[in-house]
């Protein structure tokens, strides 16, 4: 799986070190460990979780560069796709925000185990307060686009980017997306397609060009009931 592995992402121009490799291992094994107990991925093969988590957060390279970003990861779940980029990447400020207390515990044990420097918040993405501050905000697996940007584009600084990772049926939420984006800021979105095996994957990259009104994001039942 190494090989596999160091493959894809040199296709990603990424070159996979022997400590960054060790460090995946980590990652897979404490994610097990702690899947037994705590249901954080359906996903547990040991080559499928290479490549249908970690391969598939470091596919958001294709959207953008990371060097020295400030990144805030919204609803994280267990890590994915800021801590495979803090991995690769660790010069970049990862922030996550989750509001379930399980994941957090998980997520203090991995960069515990890791030795890496990530800020972790126990809350709602909607009560954050450093709204217009992140020079990139990520999204996996989270809500619907619609949901999902009002959540994570207030975040974002100006001239930042909300990137959205998305499955194969990304089309009609992107069409129902598009006046909410552009209320809360951001410019019409990028999208770039990529292949996951056999599956089509999106990257659904939006460019804040305004400050977003201080009022957004609204209460949650707010978001979900009455899309902007």
């Not at 990137?163 to 997306?177: F, H, Q, R, V």
Request: charged share 25%; aromatic share 10%.
């Amino acid at each position: 799986m190494k090989e596999k592995f160091t493959e894809l992402l040199s296709n990603l121009n990424i070159v996979l070190s022997e400590k960054q490799y060790l460090d995946f291992l980590k990652y897979y094994q404490l994610l097990v460990e702690w899947n037994s107990k705590t249901n954080l991925t359906a996903i547990t093969e040991f080559e499928e979780v290479f490549i249908k988590h970690f391969y598939d957060s470091l596919c958001i390279t294709k959207a953008c560069k990371f060097d020295s970003q400030t990144v805030l990861d919204v609803g994280s779940g267990a890590g994915f796709p800021s801590i495979p980029l803090k991995i690769i990447y660790n010069d970049i400020k990862v922030t996550i925000i989750d509001s379930l207390g399980k994941r957090i515990k998980f997520l203090e044990a991995l960069i515990d185990e890791l030795g890496i420097d990530v800020e972790l918040i126990h809350d709602r993405a909607e009560n954050h307060q450093l709204k217009n501050h992140y020079d990139i905000v990520t999204a996996r697996a989270v809500s619907k686009l619609q949901v999902l940007s009002e959540l994570c584009i207030p975040f974002v600084k100006v001239r930042g980017h909300f990137i959205a990772l998305k499955g194969p049926n990304y089309d009609e939420e992107l069409n129902s997306s598009l006046s909410t984006i552009k209320i809360l800021g951001s410019d019409k979105p990028v999208v770039y397609e990529y292949n996951l095996l056999d599956q089509k994957r999106a990257l659904i990259m939006c460019d804040k060009i305004t400050l977003t009104q201080n009022k957004y994001p609204r209460n949650y039942s707010q978001i979900k009931s009455k899309p902007l």
